[in-house]
């Protein structure tokens, strides 16, 4: 062989190398068993995945390949989520029950087989059926490719912290009951920080999460909101954090001392240690911002930064400093914390906002009523029930997945190809509600060509009471281009729009009493679920989901379905 051919080897050898550096494939079991609990001096069983509450932390590259092994030990159907995860042709394996896969029955398994394309940051999996996210949910780091710096400085260590709620009760009877009578369900018994309420709770003191630093150092703390019906506000007293990331992509940093994180967002925030022992300790907590009329869990979960010192001052009783958080209602805050949000929008992570538009649509979203069910009681307004909709369309779930029956050409009596592009009826949305507040329920579906760009404005309806609405979309991320209160207006709130560095997430929260107008290129086919991401309104309704056609290339294709799906 001669030089040139060595080199050429050589270098093949180096470059299959660094691939094998780059992307790997982590395998992963998801055991979902029993397992008791105490909480609040209460002892539960609880479904959990391995024992584990929260569950376990999955940590991976970009590029790398996913393949996670979930066998169903309880008596509940089960299906996973990876929310936020794009899930480029590989629908199959995205997780929300009856939409892109049946769930895994007793005794049965799956194997979610998916790559990680082009995204890193902070991510989680949960349950994506009934109220089994309650306790079965966890964190998804996705590091870096190997040698890819951070742009930021490489902090000290890194934590995650996943907000989450506890429930004395049985979540599933808890639901069952709501769903049955039409009213709110009850509310948690105390929010968690990786599973622990803290403190400010009775009989908790030692359920606390504390995170334990050095002076002088930087922490990057993966902060998750897995609450199943509230937003947060977060604040560690005496400290101030920097936003670095959103939603799994990095944005222009800022500092702030308060944040406000949704049902299924996340960030990834800076905070820096005082340089010297501060001689005190810190509450870092928690609590939600409430918009609606229904009935909340007022309290505040709590976990302590206790700072590390070589001399035993650290053991003496230490000054114990809470933070100031806003007042529950606080929309302002809220709206001056989100508008602070730019994505970096450099060349190595621009902003590819579409700024040309196929599709414009407008969806409304809110609470209306559905009939209560003959011979039953019904705790909804005049005896109906409550019930969620978009553009008064209350999704009812089909008893097969919808990917499925589209895949395979069977979608007749499955679902409707017709979900409407605007409100059937035109009303002020925000001003006095209409006469008649029933809701459609219906399965259908936005239907999208290949590479379709959408334009989508969101507007809140004060039907029953103006409210805030997390809607997350599957398999896409989207740009926040524009948001604000009132009825959009499309003659003159489009030209307010940023189409320059508008920050890019998964879940964005709808004003109350407002609108948020967002953009996304349809380039992953499939079926894909928007929903909002409190639980309560997911179950009534407040859900729709987008079918994606296929493009004309090979790899603008869904692949057939594994061999292993789970059959309804």
């Known amino acids: 062989m001669g030089a040139i051919g060595i080199i050429f080897l050589v270098s093949l050898i180096a470059l299959c190398l660094l691939h094998s550096v780059s992307a790997a494939t982590r395998h992963y079991k998801f055991e979902i068993k029993l397992q008791n609990v105490t909480r609040l001096c209460h002892t539960k069983t609880i479904v959990t995945v391995n024992g584990q509450f929260p569950g376990p932390r999955i940590v991976a590259r970009e590029d790398d390949r996913l393949e996670i092994e979930v066998v169903n030990h309880v008596k509940n159907n089960i299906s996973i989520h990876w929310h936020g995860i794009r899930q480029l042709r590989s629908g199959w394996a995205d997780g929300p029950a009856y939409i892109t896969q049946c769930p895994i029955q007793t005794g049965q398994r799956y194997v979610y087989n998916f790559t990680i394309v082009g995204q890193r940051g902070t991510f989680w999996w949960h349950a994506h059926i009934s109220w ?19 742009p930021f400085a490489k902090p000290y260590k890194e934590v995650p912290m996943t907000f989450g709620e ?45 995170l334990k630093v050095k002076p002088g150092k930087t922490y990057l703390l993966r902060l998750i909101n897995a609450a199943l019906n509230d937003e947060l506000f977060f604040s560690i007293a005496n400290h101030t954090l920097q936003i670095i990331d959103a939603d799994g992509v990095y944005v222009k940093p800022f500092k702030t001392d308060t944040l406000i994180i949704t049902p299924g967002q996340t960030y990834n925030v800076l905070l820096k240690t005082k340089p010297h022992f501060p001689n005190a300790t810190f509450y870092m907590t928690a609590r939600p911002y409430v918009t609606g009329p229904g009935t909340f869990d ?10 590390e010192s070589e001399s ?53 979203v809110g609470l209306g009523t ?53 409100p059937l009826n035109w009303f002020n949305y925000t001003g006095n509600p209409p006469n008649n507040t029933l809701v459609n329920n219906d399965t259908k579906l936005m239907v999208l060509p290949f590479n379709t760009s959408v334009e989508l404005i969101m507007q809140d309806t004060s039907i029953l009471g103006a409210e805030s609405h997390p809607l997350h979309l599957h398999g896409f991320n989207f740009f926040i281009v524009g948001q604000g209160f009132g009825n959009f207006d499309p003659n003159k709130d489009p030209s307010t729009f940023n ?65 292993d799906l789970p059959k309804c």
């Open 312 to 364: 035993k001052s650290h053991l003496k009783k230490l000054p114990l400093f809470k933070p100031s958080l806003p007042a529950l209602n606080d929309t302002t805050f809220v709206t001056n914390f989100t508008s602070r949000l730019r994505s970096i929008a450099t060349p190595q992570f621009p902003a590819n906002v579409p700024l040309s538009v196929d599709k414009h649509l407008l969806f409304t």
């Open 499 to 563: 189409l320059v560095d508008p920050i890019e997430r998964n879940t964005v929260g709808v004003p109350s009493g407002g609108w948020v107008a967002i953009r996304f290129l349809a380039d992953n086919p499939g079926v894909w679920f928007m929903h909002c991401h409190l639980e309560v309104h997911t179950s009534w309704g407040l859900r729709m989901a987008w079918l994606v056609l296929d493009g004309k290339l090979p790899n603008q294709k869904l692949p057939p379905p594994p061999v």
């Open 132 to 150: 089994l996210r309650s306790t079965v949910y966890g964190p998804i780091i996705i590091l870096p490719k190997e040698n890819t710096p951070y």
């Open 370 to 422: 559905s009939p209560c069910d003959q011979n039953k009681t019904c705790q909804g307004p005049n005896g109906t029930k409550f019930s969620a909709s978009i553009n008064n369309v209350s999704l009812i779930l089909p008893t097969t997945a919808l990917l499925q029956s589209h895949f395979f050409g069977q979608s007749k009596g499955v679902y409707k190809p017709d979900f409407p592009y605007n």
């Open 166 to 210: 506890w429930f004395n009760a049985d979540t599933e009877a808890i639901i069952s009951q709501a769903l049955q009578t039409g009213g709110g369900p009850n509310v948690s018994d105390a929010y968690t920080i990786n599973g622990l309420p803290g403190p400010l709770y009775n009989c908790s003191s030692k359920d606390t999460f504390k």
């Open 298 to 307: 007022n309290s505040t979960v709590a976990g302590i930064l206790e700072y």
